[in-house]
Structures are given as structure tokens and as C-alpha cells.
């Protein structure tokens, strides 16, 4: 769907403003992504360390 806004556009300074638009949203989507991800690994390891705790 972006890509047929970027080709549906005229002039040149449109199609660069509107990829620079999509890669700052791209940058912002990986830092959520990688912050997920580190909650996640976060969470495994406590819940691993806690089940060794309650095992001991």
C-alpha cells in the first residue's frame, strides 16, 4: 500500500519526503521490535532463575 502512494505521487521531492517518512517509521518499528525482544529474553531468564530458586 505505501508503495503505490510513493509511485502515485508527481515531482521528486515528494517521493523523497515520503520514503524518508517510511524509514523513520521503520527505525521507530525496529526499536520497539528490539525492546519486545529484550523484555522477553528479560522474562525467560527471571522465570528460569526463579524455577532453580523454588527447585533448591
Known sequence: MRLGLILRFTTDRDIAREIKNFNLEMERRD???????????????FHSYWKYFLSV
Open 31 to 45: 526499536k520497539i521490535a528490539f525492546k519486545t525482544m529484550a523484555d522477553i529474553v528479560l522474562a525467560i531468564m
